[in-house]
């Protein structure tokens, strides 16, 4: 299972973009990228997942260079509402029973 | 739709007592999983089921035993609970096992004395 590595903690400001970077050096042909939010006292939350190039959704953006070493969350235009820990999840589709989160980045919002 | 539902939210057992927590799931999914997070830290697999009628060990099984129930229905139980078994547990389900889509329940949060 290839390894991540996120910075633990990050803080922002309302109203600003913020990108989450994790690095997955030995991420292998058949992993897909998966990134997950987590409120405290609640269980983590789907995001965005991708493969290659650039994802978009309601939510998040995800970005991943064409050799897939390192992957960006970008979250648009932050509110408070956004503090929380992101966790970046790289496996296979049939590994999935053996998926390992890790501690997460830390994103702290101020107003 | 209710989702994950996990119960109870919160426990206190004494050392060397037992229980059992409940998940169920209403969104037809095939493959359920139960998770610890210890503070600070990530979420640890226990214990998998990829379909009903099967389990099998995630990271760290020591302790704990599983039954999927049927479909919606998946139980941890703790047999004889330590105070290293204090964490949060997640339940989390995927319609199938290669989906990482997980849906979460809010957890249970327990301590061991």
């Known amino acids: 299972l290839a390894k991540t590595t996120q910075p633990i903690s990050m803080d922002s400001y309302e109203g600003q973009e913020v990108n989450i970077t994790c690095s997955h050096n030995?991420?292998?042909?058949?992993?897909?990228i998966t990134w997950y939010q987590q409120f405290p006292s609640q269980g983590p939350r789907f995001i965005i997942q991708?493969?290659?190039t650039k994802v978009t959704n309601e939510v998040a953006s995800l970005f991943i260079p064409a050799d897939r070493k390192s992957s960006t969350l970008s979250l648009p235009r932050v509110s408070l509402s956004d503090t929380a820990v992101y966790y970046c999840?790289?496996?296979?589709?049939?590994?999935?029973?053996?998926?390992?989160f890790g501690s997460g980045t830390r994103l702290s919002i101020r107003p | 739709n209710a989702g994950v539902t996990q119960t109870p939210k919160f426990q206190v057992l004494k050392t060397g007592q037992s229980m059992t927590l409940q998940c169920a799931q209403d969104?037809?999914?095939?493959?359920m999983y139960w998770y610890r997070q210890d503070p600070g830290m990530g979420l640890r697999l226990i214990y998998y089921?990829?379909?009903?009628?099967?389990?099998d060990k995630g990271e760290v099984p020591n302790g704990y035993n599983v039954s999927r129930l049927n479909k919606r229905e998946f139980s941890l139980r703790l047999e004889s609970a330590a105070p290293s078994q204090t964490s949060v547990y997640f339940c989390?389900?995927?319609?199938?096992?290669?989906?990482?889509?997980?849906?979460f329940g809010s957890g249970t949060r327990l301590t061991v004395v």
């Open positions: 989390a389900s995927t319609k199938d096992r290669g989906d990482y889509g997980y849906t």
């Open positions: 030995n991420i292998a042909t058949n992993d897909y």
């Open positions: 991708g493969y290659k």
């Open positions: 999840l790289v496996a296979a589709y049939s590994s999935a029973s053996k998926i390992i």
């Open positions: 969104m037809n999914h095939n493959s």
């Open positions: 089921s990829a379909s009903e009628g099967t389990t």
